[in-house]
């Protein structure tokens, strides 16, 4: 009697620790905004909301998998400005429209909220991307321009048509065309 009780403690423990390995180890949204910054976002620019996987063609969801695994092609956290502040960079798209633009937003978390600074505007016939790199000395494709980055940088491109490298200064944001 003793045996079977211990048996079915054990076989109990087990269960128990198998289950919560299960839902700790369920997939959490890589594209899931930051606590309160949901509704920063959806006040200041209503209508938009950040690249998906879902919102990119098959062909570019695949070029994205490829380079970036898992993460989301339209947040990305980046010490932009060097100061350790929760700090992400977004590329929002509107739901529906003919013309299409995306805003590319860095935000970053203060001790009084959050400060939502817009680095550009594209054209969003090809949805684009984003992503971080790291510090380094970046060349413009289109013109005798080069930036040396401090910091960790943000990089957002449209799939095979253009891309664009943004850095902090520590004065301003520069950027540079990487790729046309």
């Not at 048996?7 to 309160?36: I, N």
């Not at 969003?124 to 960790?152: C, F, H, L, M, T």
Request: glycine share 8%; with cysteine; aromatic share 8%.
């Amino acid at each position: 009697m003793r045996l079977k009780h211990m048996l079915l403690y054990t076989l109990g423990l087990c269960l128990l620790s198998g289950m919560q390995v299960a839902v700790a180890g369920q997939p959490q949204d890589p594209c899931a905004l930051p606590s309160g910054l949901h509704d920063e976002i959806a006040k200041k620019y209503p209508g938009m909301h950040p690249v998906t996987r879902a919102d990119l063609d098959d062909y570019n969801r695949k070029l994205f998998r490829k380079d970036h695994g898992g993460r989301c092609p339209g947040l990305v956290k980046v010490n932009f400005y060097g100061d350790r502040k929760p700090t992400w960079a977004l590329v929002l798209i509107p739901a529906e429209s003919s013309n299409r633009k995306a805003e590319l937003v860095v935000v970053r978390q203060l001790a009084n909220g959050w400060e939502i600074s817009s680095l550009d505007t594209v054209d969003a016939s090809e949805v684009p991307v984003i992503w971080r790199q790291g510090p380094g000395k970046y060349d413009d494709v289109s013109e005798p321009k080069s930036i040396r980055a401090r910091n960790p940088v943000i990089v957002i491109c449209g799939y095979e048509v253009w891309a664009r490298l943004y850095a902090w200064t520590g004065k301003e944001v520069e950027k540079v065309q990487i790729s046309d």
